[in-house]
C-alpha cells in the first residue's frame, strides 16, 4: 500500500547501509543523496526534487541502501513498497518506465562526473 509522509527539513529519510523496503518519490520538497568515503568525509552525490525517485535501487534487488537521504527543506514523499510496485507492473508494465528513466539518468550523471574527475586528474586523454 502506497502512502505518504512528510519530512522535516534535516530529518534523515534512511541511512546508508538500512534495508530497503521502500521507494520514494518526491512529491514536494529537496533531498538530498550522499555517502560516506573511505576517508570518513562524506560525499553529496545528488540533490532530488520534485518527481524525483529514490531507494528504488535497494527496493529492486533487496541490498543495503548505497546512500543517506536527507531532507534539504520541509518534503513531501510517497512511499512505494515492494508490493505495490510488482502490483502495478502487473497491472501496466510500463509503470517500470519512470522508474527505469531516473536509474539511467543517475547512471549517466555518474558517468559524466567520472570522466570528469579522471580528465582532471590526468588518466584520461581527449580524443
Known amino acids: 500500500m502506497t502512502a505518504i509522509q512528510y519530512m522535516k527539513k534535516g530529518q534523515v529519510i534512511f541511512n546508508e547501509g538500512n534495508r530497503s523496503d521502500y521507494a520514494f518519490i518526491i512529491e514536494?520538497?529537496?533531498?538530498?543523496?550522499?555517502?560516506?568515503?573511505?576517508d570518513g568525509n562524506i560525499e553529496v552525490v545528488d540533490i532530488l526534487g520534485r518527481n524525483d525517485i529514490f531507494g528504488e535501487m535497494g527496493m529492486i534487488d533487496g541490498r543495503p541502501r548505497s546512500a543517506t537521504v536527507t531532507a534539504l527543506e520541509n518534503s513531501k514523499v510517497t512511499l512505494i513498497s515492494r508490493d505495490d510496485l510488482n502490483a502495478m507492473t502487473r497491472k501496466d508494465p510500463k509503470a517500470w518506465f519512470p522508474i527505469v528513466k531516473a536509474m539511467s539518468a543517475r547512471l549517466r550523471r555518474s558517468t559524466t562526473k567520472e570522466k570528469k574527475y579522471l580528465r582532471n586528474a590526468g588518466l584520461v586523454r581527449k580524443s
Open 28 to 38: 514536494d520538497g529537496q533531498v538530498e543523496v550522499s555517502r560516506k568515503r573511505k
